[in-house]
């Protein structure tokens, strides 16, 4: 089944390709796409790992011309055709899209034409990854530097991503880093790379910018990794210079949260991911690993008494599938390790207090803030 309709133009309108989330056919190298793509691309590539590597050998050492003949040796027949036909279903199925290569150069045109042999007229992205990926930097820094930001502070367990994740002109780094911004943190699944982190941060920075332009951007008071993922220079600098609204909460109501972010929310993605009988134990591994990762800074004798409890609730959990004693580590772990770490990062920061309350009340408050 071919597509015959009239050839969309090629775009160079990489502000309307995420802002209207087009799906994007990216045809380079699987290495590449791993190093750093854009969230809407699916990677259907021109060229393997293996052959784009014996190709650019053939380029440095005997030319363009050489490099070119021995891409349709390795590229022909059958394998043209399997990779013809898996890039004329993408086309059928997502027919707003646009195809890109490093450039815009020899391989998106060159899928361009083998699919217009085809029937398909299928746009592709000038200038491609690189002229996109420029784009989306640029854009960050600039509305970084121009926009108003403020930060949302708290005490672990106070709900900081709930509050983010409910607000319309909120950025949510934890969420684009696939993180929860501390040793415990980690998620199924994994993080993405730093580029594709940035280009999600951008991304989202540049909806907000369309969807509620000029309001003041929120986004939670992080530092400098969250995970494996660097927060960028420039917003590290305005999270710790701008104006600051602060939740608190009660111990209790803190150990409720953080029993529901580190155990019960974390058990439910290992249930979904690698079912019933072996999530428990994918959680257990994960909870002790962070542990053992901040056992220097705990000391000796306070990581023993923390492991003790946790070891305790993770046999109670799987006896009777209660999690309620979790409590028992999370309340002295909050108390005598991440409260005195907040207190010291919130003296470092020198924006002005704006509001400080409940998080039902700072929900409210940045709700109704003119």
């Not at 650019?56 to 013809?84: N, S």
């Not at 060159?110 to 029937?119: K, N, P, R, S």
């Not at 502070?153 to 911004?181: F, N, S, Y």
Request: aromatic share 8%; charged share 25%.
């Amino acid at each position: 089944m071919s597509r015959s309709a009239c050839m969309r133009d090629n775009s160079r309108d990489y502000a309307r390709l995420f802002l209207d989330d087009v799906p994007l056919l990216d045809v380079r190298a699987p290495v590449e796409f791993e190093r750093g793509a854009f969230p809407r691309a699916s990677n259907l590539p021109l060229l393997n790992d293996d052959e784009r590597h014996r190709i650019g050998i053939c380029y440095k050492e005997q030319g363009q011309q050489a490099a070119i003949e021995l891409g349709h040796q390795l590229v022909g027949g059958a394998v043209r055709a399997e990779r013809t036909r898996a890039w004329v279903q993408w086309c059928q199925q997502h027919p707003n899209g646009y195809l890109y290569c490093f450039r815009g150069g020899l391989r998106s045109q060159t899928v361009q034409q083998w699919l217009a042999e085809q029937g398909i007229q299928q746009p592709l992205v000038t200038g491609g990854y690189k002229a996109m990926r420029r784009f989306l930097i640029d854009t960050f820094e600039q509305l970084i530097a121009s926009k108003p930001i403020i930060v949302l502070c708290a005490r672990t367990g106070c709900g900081k991503t709930r509050v983010i994740e409910a607000l319309p002109d909120a950025l949510d780094l934890e969420g684009a880093a696939h993180h929860r911004g501390s040793a415990f943190g980690r998620r199924p699944g994994g993080q993405p790379s730093q580029i594709d982190f940035e280009n999600r941060l951008a991304i989202d920075l540049l909806k907000l910018d369309h969807q509620v332009p000029g309001h003041a951007v929120i986004v939670e008071d992080e530092s400098r990794l969250i995970g494996r993922c660097h927060v960028p220079l420039s917003l590290q600098t305005r999270i710790l210079h701008s104006p600051r609204v602060i939740i608190e909460e009660d111990l209790e109501s803190r150990v409720a949260v953080t029993l529901e972010d580190y155990v019960v929310g974390p058990l439910q993605e290992y249930v979904s991911i690698y079912g019933a009988d072996t999530a428990l134990e994918k959680l257990a591994d994960s909870l002790l690993d962070a542990l053992s990762r901040i056992q220097k800074r705990l000391g000796g004798d306070r990581y023993q008494a923390l492991r003790n409890d946790l070891e305790k609730a993770l046999q109670h959990h799987a006896r009777s599938g209660d999690w309620q004693q979790h409590a028992n580590w999370i309340r002295p772990l909050l108390r005598d390790y991440y409260d005195p770490m907040y207190d010291y990062m919130l003296n470092r920061r020198d924006g002005d207090i704006l509001f400080s309350g409940s998080r039902a009340e700072v929900m409210d408050y940045l709700q109704t803030r003119a």
